[in-house]
């Protein structure tokens, strides 16, 4: 059973955060983000992603005064089913997408330049393919998968440093490849 100084805090707090009064959002942000960042953490199962759901979720309610009323019951619960429900949203948007990626057929990195020359254009497909695949991997996962690096360490399991130098010695590699080329 909550101390009656407890459940008055949680009812002075509804009402100030169904009203939109100041400070109401750090209070309910201050009170709330732990536990909402344990339930997005539950569907997620990443802590970074957890956290930008949290936050995200209780910063589109605030921005709406019409999404939270205490008519609707405890702002709690109505936190904790909101911030399942767009866990829930990012987690199908990721597999979605990981499916649309997955059926798109793999192409020759080469084929995304648009690159009018048709001996230029040979020559980066035959550079892409002489790089290690340790260097062709994250370079591919950067430039044409559009992943950020830290996306690409967690792909492909291996710190974020040994990404960005993989893929700085690639593009090296390219570029004396493609200069060697023209001379």
């Known amino acids: 059973?909550?101390?009656?100084?407890?459940?008055?805090?949680?009812?002075?707090?509804?009402?100030?955060?169904?009203?939109?009064?100041?400070?109401?959002f750090?209070?309910?942000?201050?009170?709330?983000?732990?536990?909402?960042?344990?339930?997005?953490?539950?569907?997620?199962?990443?802590?970074?992603e957890a956290?930008?759901?949290?936050?995200?979720?209780l910063l589109r309610i605030?921005?709406?005064?019409?999404?939270?009323?205490r008519?609707?019951?405890?702002?709690?619960?109505?936190?904790?089913v909101c911030?399942?429900?767009?866990?829930?949203?990012?987690?199908?948007?990721a597999k979605r997408h990981a499916e649309i990626l997955a059926s798109q057929p793999r192409s020759d990195a080469s084929e995304s330049f648009e690159i009018p020359d048709y001996l230029q254009r040979?020559?980066?497909?035959?550079?892409?393919?002489?790089?290690?695949?340790e260097q062709r991997e994250p370079l591919q996962l950067s430039f044409f998968g559009y992943l950020t690096h830290e996306q690409i360490a967690q792909r492909l399991n291996v710190p974020l440093g040994t990404v960005k130098?993989?893929?700085?010695?690639?593009?090296?590699?390219?570029?004396a490849a493609m200069t060697e080329g023209a001379g």
């Not at 040979?122 to 695949?133: I, M, N, T």
């Not at 130098?165 to 570029?175: G, M, P, T």
């Open 122 to 133: 040979s020559q980066l497909a035959g550079a892409l393919r002489a790089l290690p695949e």
């Open 165 to 175: 130098s993989r893929i700085s010695l690639a593009l090296r590699k390219l570029r």
């Open 71 to 80: 008519g609707r019951g405890n702002l709690r619960v109505f936190l904790t």
């Open 1 to 24: 059973m909550r101390s009656p100084t407890v459940a008055w805090g949680d009812a002075r707090l509804e009402a100030d955060f169904a009203d939109r009064r100041a400070g109401a």
């Open 26 to 48: 750090e209070r309910a942000y201050t009170r709330f983000t732990p536990l909402l960042v344990s339930i997005a953490y539950a569907v997620l199962g990443d802590r970074m």
């Open 51 to 57: 956290e930008d759901c949290a936050h995200d979720t």
């Open 83 to 93: 911030v399942r429900n767009h866990a829930i949203s990012l987690l199908r948007a």
């Open 62 to 69: 605030w921005k709406d005064p019409a999404s939270y009323q």
